[in-house]
């Protein structure tokens, strides 16, 4: 995984969205939470214009994988929950929520949502990719 290279970032006026596909897991928070924003029959896909940057960095913090993140203009990032939460799925993915340092074949990443792969098969690990059973 090249990480930064497979974000694609969507900018509004006041808050700009990244999206890293590769690490979605379809929990469809994002479309149940804004669908005026995150439609996925439209291209782009997601219209930061359609709400304002507090509502929307609210339901991008909904994302499990945090496949979806932002920033606002000001330059402030998603701030981390405190304390660190691990809760395993019944499957066995990790769902770690906190200010996260991950290690991954290309170096660490500073997170602060992630789903990790509980199983070992997944091909983009230490995320889960829903390739072996712990992502079923």
Do not use: N
Request: glycine share 8%; net charge neutral.
């Amino acid at each position: 995984m090249s990480g930064e290279s497979e974000r694609k970032t969507y900018r509004a006026e006041s808050i700009t969205v990244t999206f890293e596909a590769r690490r979605c897991l379809h929990a469809a928070e994002c479309v149940h939470g804004l669908p005026e924003v995150f439609d996925t029959t439209k291209r782009p896909w997601i219209q930061p214009d359609g709400s304002t940057a507090e509502r929307l960095a609210e339901v991008v913090r909904r994302c499990p994988s945090g496949a979806l993140r932002y920033e606002l203009v000001e330059g402030v990032a998603e701030t981390p929950d405190r304390p660190t939460t691990i809760t395993r799925s019944a499957t066995g993915q990790l769902a770690v929520r906190g200010e996260l340092s991950v290690d991954t074949p290309q170096g660490a990443r500073a997170e602060t949502r992630v789903v990790l792969c509980g199983c070992g098969q997944s091909r983009l690990q230490p995320y889960c990719d829903r390739a072996g059973p712990c992502g079923q």
